[in-house]
């Protein structure tokens, strides 16, 4: 089963912007399917960040926000902060004819 | 409030079987999308396997075969039965509510650990 590509790590200061992309195939990005981002603070379960490609659950504050175009998606992270030090990773679902979702390989974001 | 707490994880042999249990309060599970998710030790997030609404059951191909997931609804608990372990196998098992279907993973337990080693 695929696995949607991501840079192992990306890092900023303060304030700053920083995007993460992730990369994936006609089979599953491409697909029309939504994507979703997560964010994993170290030692704790991961986040839903972002669902429907571009929309924040109730609580993820405005300074994060997430963009698809063709097979590849990105979420960036305006106004960095140490707080955001964490692993982040994309995913999607694949075609409906193989019931799969599938994770990016996942980002750390160093502040 | 809305709680998923996974239990059943341990040191186990390979070859062996294990029952994860995730106890839900706060919805009914027979009327979400529930999944199950693990993390091995140092890498990253791997989907596992998905139980629809209607009862529907699937699995990622490196367990399909050898795992099952089952929900009780009057106990309001989802299981994720594990056969034949692996080592590689081994970490943390999460117990996950979709938003819905082909939807995005909105409430996640904690996650119970589960090692395969001889």
């Known amino acids: 089963q695929s696995v949607l590509t991501q840079p192992p790590s990306v890092s900023g200061t303060p304030g700053q912007t920083v995007i993460i992309s992730c990369s994936g195939t006609n089979s599953d990005i491409g697909s029309n399917a939504a994507i979703h981002w997560y964010q994993q603070l170290p030692g704790t379960a991961p986040k839903l960040l972002i669902y429907s490609n571009n929309q924040r659950p109730s609580g993820v504050p405005d300074r994060f926000s997430g963009s698809k175009s063709g097979t590849s998606a990105s979420l960036a992270i305006s106004g960095l902060q140490s707080d955001d030090e964490a692993d982040y990773y994309c995913?999607?679902?694949?075609?409906?004819?193989?019931?799969?979702?599938?994770f990016g390989t996942g980002t750390k974001v160093t502040v | 409030e809305v709680q998923l707490v996974e239990s059943g994880g341990g040191l186990i042999q390979p070859a062996g079987s294990l029952r994860l249990s995730c106890a839900v309060s706060g919805f009914d599970v027979d009327d979400h999308y529930m999944t199950w998710v693990r993390q091995a030790p140092g890498q990253g997030l791997q989907w596992v396997s998905v139980i629809y609404p209607g009862g529907s059951t699937y699995y990622a191909d490196s367990v399909r075969g050898r795992f099952t997931i089952a929900r009780d609804a009057a106990k309001n608990m989802v299981y994720l039965q594990l056969n034949s372990l692996r080592v590689e196998d081994t970490a943390q098992y999460y117990c996950v509510k979709a938003r819905g279907w082909f939807d995005a993973f909105h409430i996640w337990g904690q996650g119970t650990t589960v090692t395969v080693s001889s």
């Open positions: 995913a999607a679902w694949g075609d409906s004819l193989s019931i799969n979702y599938v």
